[in-house]
């Protein structure tokens, strides 16, 4: 069985001190754990306050939006693998469609960012998905196949199974627009049959892989329903603790 996995990606929202106050809310409202877990994905800045709060947590798990893939040195302006996992990081997200478009991203660069996370003892999130376009050209199926072989290009089977995948159509996130059901779980058999092809069946079998794009309080339950989403990456409705508290009691009903 794999465990549902829940993830809030704050993206550039909240400073560290409304964080504390969200985490207040929000652990107040959740009580304890047990059969789902939860990562929070704060800015960096946010990521101390985070750990030292949810000690008295410990079903909570940290997580960083991005790294980069160098140990240390002249790179201005960037966090490195292991500064993040001295911090009690335990998953780090690579290659969100926002980090791929705004910051260009690429599938190589996912590639060395996986690497590294994993030497340094850090879970990838890793991020694959297609546009609109590609939606409505049939890309879909080329587009993740790429996304996963050239992202998770020569990885040991050991390293294979620590990986967390997000499936986020582009076209769903933060518009309001979520994909089917039916649509995710489409997507996400198909991701498991390339993770067969490219690690073994039973490596493939123990990937969880997320669903984002719009993950709210009202539509999680249907889509955690599914036994191929594994979980969810929410962005704007984790920005709410009320609201991120709702889905992760919505993953739990799903189980009982
Ligand atoms: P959203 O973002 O829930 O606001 O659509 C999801 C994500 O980008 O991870």
Redesign the pocket.
Known sequence: MRKKILAA?WKMNLTHIEAESYMHTFLGEIGEVDDVEIVMIPPFTSIPVLAQISEKAPFIRIGAQNMYWERSGAYTGEISATMLRVLFVKYVVIG?S?RRMLFGETDETVNRKVHSALEAGLRPIVCVGESTTQRDNDEVETVLRRQLELGLKDLSVKDAVEIVIAY?PVW????GRTATPAQAEEAHRFIRSVLSKMFGTGPAERVRIQY????KPDNAQELLRRSDIDGA?????SLDPHSFAKIIRHAEAVLH
């Not at 769903?172 to 518009?175: D, E, L």
């Not at 984002?212 to 993950?215: A, D, E, F, Q």
């Open positions: 990606n969100h926002e986020e769903a996130i933060g518009t984002g794009g719009s993950v990456l929410i962005g704007g409705a």
